[in-house]
């Protein structure tokens, strides 16, 4: 169920549907570009760097709070007036700065305007193939669910979607996806410090749904040889 892994020597949260011991760095470096951005995330979302987790956490929030009460198009022009205050009061400062002192340091952001920033062919097809390989494994799976291959698992799912329609009358997308940003940045840690108590209430909720799920092809199967 679930447990801990390691990669590069830290311990890492893993489940059968999460972790990175089923490879899922690995899936993760088509979009994100190399393996090492995948484990900079895992160690936001650890806490390894407080400071620097907070920052990122802070920021999230701040962000989806923002969304909250005003609409996308004011959030967006309002962080565009704030970067770009920053940025042209630190360009006059340094200009005013460079004229005081006499001095000839270019453009203070010259590394940044230097930067490479553009896609290349190459890297523009990674991401295309990537992105066909998930589009065609989601529409598999969403058939092989609707379809009844396997009885079991579309149940599962049934009951998944009845679960998200109470779901859906309580929250909105965007509170779930502060939700979701909140849950990122804090069960993990909550689940390394309390394991064995989490693990042992999974156990029991998970021992509870299989004897439903039995019972339910235990009566299919009585139905059928009763025909």
């Keep these: 169920m679930f447990g801990f892994t390691h990669f590069r020597g830290r311990p890492y949260l893993c ?6 011991a089923w490879g ?20 936001l979302l650890y806490w390894r760097d407080i400071k620097q987790t907070g920052v990122v956490f802070g920021s999230c929030l701040l962000l989806l709070l923002s969304l909250t009460q005003f609409s996308v198009v004011s959030v967006v022009a309002y962080l565009a ?5 920053a940025t042209i009061s630190f360009r006059i400062y340094k200009s005013v700065l460079q004229a005081v002192q006499k001095t000839d340091e270019g453009h203070p952001f010259k590394a940044y305007l230097e930067l490479e920033i553009t896609l290349s062919q ?16 989601t529409l598999k799976e969403l058939r092989r669910l609707f379809l009844v291959q396997d009885l ?12 998200l329609t109470y779901v859906g009358a309580l929250f909105n997308g965007l509170t779930l996806l502060l939700m979701a940003v909140v849950s990122m940045f804090t069960l993990p840690v909550v689940y390394v410090k309390h394991q064995a ?9 998970r021992t509870h749904i299989n004897a439903v799920v039995a019972n339910i092809l235990a009566s299919q199967r009585y139905t059928e040889q009763n025909k």
């Design 15 to 20: 489940s059968e549907a999460f972790g990175i």
């Design 81 to 85: 007036l704030a970067a770009l205050s």
């Design 122 to 137: 190459e890297q523009i097809q990674k991401y295309t193939d990537c992105l066909q390989f998930y589009v065609n494994n």
């Design 152 to 163: 079991v698992d579309s149940l599962k799912f049934a009951v998944l979607m009845w679960l």
């Design 24 to 43: 899922l760095p690995d899936r993760l470096t088509c979009f994100w570009g190399s393996t090492s951005v995948f484990m900079v995330t895992i160690d």
């Design 197 to 205: 108590q989490i693990d042992q209430y999974l156990g029991l909720v």
